[in-house]
Nanobody, 120 residues
Framework: QVQLVESGGGLVQAGGSLRLSCAAS????????MGWYRQAPGKQRELVAS???????NYADSVKGRGIIARDNAKNTMSLQMNSLKPEDTAVYYC??????????????WGKGTLVTVSS
C-alpha cells in the first residue's frame, strides 16, 4: 500500500516562504520520479516541480528561481522550499509519485494535498 502524505501548508504573507514536505510509505519511492503539483480554485492541476530518481530537477516557469525541490531516498521524503511567495501561488499542493522502473513501472500515486494560501 503506497501512501503519500503532504505537510507544511498554511497561510503566509506575500514575500514569505514555506517548506512543503511529502512522506511516502511503501517501496516505490526510490523507483519513482517525484513531483509537486498544484491546483488553484477554478484552474487545472499543474506541475510545479519534479525530481528524477537521480536528482535531476525541473521547474515550472512560474516558480523558477523561487522554488527548490529535493528528495531524500533514505528517508522516503521529498520537499519543496518556496520563497518570495505571491498571491498567485495560492493553491492546494499535491505530492505525486510516478514509478519509472521495476515491477510497478507506470503506476502513479497522489497525496491528498496541502493548502497554501498567500495573502497580499
Amino acid at each position: 500500500q503506497v501512501q503519500l502524505v503532504e505537510s507544511g501548508g498554511g497561510l503566509v504573507q506575500a514575500g514569505g516562504s514555506l517548506r512543503l514536505s511529502c512522506a511516502a510509505s511503501g517501496r516505490i519511492f526510490s523507483s519513482s520520479r517525484m513531483g509537486w503539483y498544484r491546483q488553484a480554485p477554478g484552474k487545472q492541476r499543474e506541475l510545479v516541480a519534479s525530481i528524477t530518481t537521480g536528482g535531476g530537477t525541473n521547474y515550472a516557469d512560474s516558480v523558477k528561481g523561487r522554488g527548490i525541490i529535493a528528495r531524500d531516498n533514505a528517508k522516503n521524503t521529498m520537499s519543496l522550499q518556496m520563497n518570495s511567495l505571491k498571491p498567485e501561488d495560492t493553491a492546494v499542493y499535491y505530492c505525486n509519485a510516478f514509478v519509472v522502473r521495476g515491477a510497478d513501472y507506470g503506476m502513479e500515486y497522489w497525496g491528498k494535498g496541502t493548502l497554501v494560501t498567500v495573502s497580499s
